[in-house]
């Protein structure tokens, strides 16, 4: 079947780094994507990985390893605005069409 | 502003009312999405239409009738609702389905059926 797994929240303090891990099972993986969802408002995108290895964009970074179903997205000198709910989204083509599966996400909590 | 609208913000419903949600994005983008977010639940992908045509029906009851008159217009046609429909739905938009283009939420219609 098709799962994802990532904690359900996770507190931080201001300037220091977070991981948040993501695991996956799907049968056809077409790529991971990560979006922020802050409390009230719509998730925005973050970060794509489709390749193993790590994608860097500014303070925040993200890892995959397809052999392990595996994923983290790394938020680096954490601020206030990133407390927030963090999406981690695999893109299934398993059945020929495309499917987006999302995990429950996970809620940081950043603490001055 | 993500360039993607949504209409209304929140609907009050009877389970006997018909009603339609309300999507528009001006990203000149080809794909266009419904996902319904509850409670303590993943986002659940519903419909996917790729150039206005119908590319995945995520096993969605026959209440909820999706409709793509153009690439920049999405709906979604409620009729005789259950409680447990109440959530967050929201609408999406990508350049085109697959490869690494992104989606672009809208801010979401909060339902409440009754």
């Known amino acids: 079947g098709q799962n994802i797994d990532q904690p359900t929240e996770m507190t931080a303090t201001e300037g220091a780094i977070v991981q948040i891990n993501c695991t996956y099972q799907?049968?056809?993986?077409?790529?991971l994507f990560w979006y922020q969802q802050h409390a009230g408002e719509a998730p925005t995108f973050l970060s794509y990985n489709v390749l193993d290895g790590l994608e860097e964009k500014g303070r925040f970074s993200s890892f995959l390893s397809r052999s392990k179903g595996y994923s983290y997205l790394l938020l680096k000198e954490l601020q206030m605005k990133d407390s927030a709910s963090y999406l981690c989204a695999v893109r299934d083509r398993a059945s020929g069409t495309y499917k987006y599966i999302f995990g429950t996400g996970t809620r940081l909590k950043v603490l001055a | 502003e993500t360039g993607v609208t949504q209409t209304p913000r929140h609907l009050v419903m009877g389970m006997t009312n018909k009603k339609s949600l309300k999507c528009e994005q001006h990203?000149?983008?080809?794909?266009m999405y419904w996902y319904k977010q509850s409670a303590k639940k993943p986002l659940e992908l519903m419909f996917v239409?790729?150039?206005?045509?119908?590319?995945e029906n995520n096993s969605v009851p026959s209440r909820f009738s999706p409709e793509c008159p153009n690439s920049s217009h999405l709906f979604l046609h409620l009729h005789t609702l259950q409680p447990e429909d109440s959530a967050l739905y929201l609408c999406?938009?990508?350049?085109?389905?697959?490869?690494?283009?992104?989606?672009?939420f809208g801010p979401g219609t909060r339902l409440t059926v009754t």
């Open positions: 799907t049968s056809g993986f077409n790529g």
């Open positions: 239409y790729n150039f206005k045509e119908q590319t």
């Open positions: 999406a938009s990508s350049q085109e389905v697959g490869s690494s283009y992104e989606q672009y």
């Open positions: 990203l000149g983008h080809n794909a």
